[in-house]
Nanobody
Framework: QVQLVESGGGLVQAGGSLSLSCAGS????????MGWFRQAPGKEREFVSRISWRGDRTFYTDSVKGRFTISKDNNKNTVYLQMNSLKPEDTGVYYC?????????????????WGQGTQVTVSS
């Protein structure tokens, strides 16, 4: 059993920053690939970023590369997503997820546990 709780979402103007946190409980997140997804109204859930269980390898979708940074603190059992230079198209519900697979990829179906989501709204 893994429980994930996101926090840090909110309303921000374009160009601003937000920092999201995903706190895990029930099981340690040290052996999971962790990912962030987002879903805009009327759109499919979209991969944003992932990080390896050791925290030494990261991957980002092209649209956020250079603006977002994923990180984790295994001692705190928490994953973070620092979002800078936010754009209106970044608006959506952001979900934290973990995958038990050796290769998780970018497909939401490959992730096994999900948080409840936190709303991020970027105004122009």
């Amino acid at each position: 059993q893994v429980q994930l709780v996101e926090s840090g979402g909110g309303l921000v103007q374009a160009g601003g920053s937000l920092s999201l946190s995903c706190a895990g409980s029930g099981r340690s997140l040290t052996t999971y690939i962790m990912g962030w997804f987002r879903q805009a109204p009327g759109k499919e859930r979209e991969f944003v970023s992932r990080i390896s269980w050791r925290g030494d390898r990261t991957f980002y979708t092209d649209s956020v590369k250079g603006r977002f940074t994923i990180s984790k603190d295994n001692n705190k059992n928490t994953v973070y997503l620092q979002m800078n230079s936010l754009k209106p198209e970044d608006t959506g519900v952001y979900y934290c997820a973990c995958s038990t697979r050796a290769i998780a990829g970018t497909l939401a179906a490959n992730y096994d546990y999900w948080g409840q989501g936190t709303q991020v709204t970027v105004s122009s």
